[in-house]
């Protein structure tokens, strides 16, 4: 394994633009469950076609908006893990550098933000937004559980959390910058997605296409694993945090630090 993340790790040095998706496997260790693993993903304890479709939340709009607010609010209790800091670390170094850094994601927890990412690329939307069906009104959510169910904006409209759900469109701008952004990179990373769902996990099928390195990083097979140039079979927070110190050298606590004259050495607080 060490060879395999010096390798990964010295190619991610070279590389001038990287492009990453991630999915709900980063926040796995933060506490946050997965949607497909078998016994504790959402997918495996909830119907989906009950709680993640439009008409599931027009036939019982309190069900549906009880269980997305339940889920805020026990995401508002997590923390990112070295996996989310790592990437934080990453765009930092790579940007510092002049190179280029798209993060593009699937979930909706704003782990990302909160590891200190910034660009992120949101494909399915936030749980941290509420929009008025009525009126269209967004409002982020910060706050304790709703008093009643479901929420209702000042015009009298339902509201409903902000995230894509199955059978409707991903947001075009955040898909045609996930697409430019892929296209256009030499390094393309993977990160705890089943690529089960399109077309975000087309973006991986355009990577592959591209001349780009492909690295996947997931503890299970998936659909790609055959394809890319690594599959490393690991959990993204002890994973990514090596192969990130292989490139830009290990993290220090000292202090924030940026490029210096050896050129390749980017240490900032971890
Ligand atoms: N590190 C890396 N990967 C992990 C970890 C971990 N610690 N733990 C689990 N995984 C992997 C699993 O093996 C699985 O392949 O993460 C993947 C999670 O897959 P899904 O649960 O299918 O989540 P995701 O791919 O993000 O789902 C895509 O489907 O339900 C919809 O909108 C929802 O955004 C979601 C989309």
Redesign the pocket.
Known sequence: MNDLLKQVGACLRDARRVAILT????S??SGIP????ALT???ARFN?ADL?TPEAFFRNPERVSRWYDERRCQVAQCQPNP?HLALARLQKCMVGQGKTFALIT???DRLHHAAGSTGVIEL?GSLWVWRCVACGKEVEERGPAFDSYPPCCACGGFRRPG??WFGEMLPAEALAAAERAVEACDYFMS???????YP?AGLIAQALRTRANVLE????E?PFSARADWSIR????QVLPRIVDEAFGVATAAHHQSEGSDGNRCTEES
Do not use: C, M
């Not at 990160?191 to 769902?197: C, M």
């Open positions: 999915g709900a496997g980063i796995a260790e997965t949607f497909r693993d993903g959402l997918w989906p993640a996996g699937q979930n909706v399915h995230v894509v990160i705890g997605t089943s690529a089960a769902v975000a990083v997931n503890p299970e998936t690991g959990q993204s927070g």
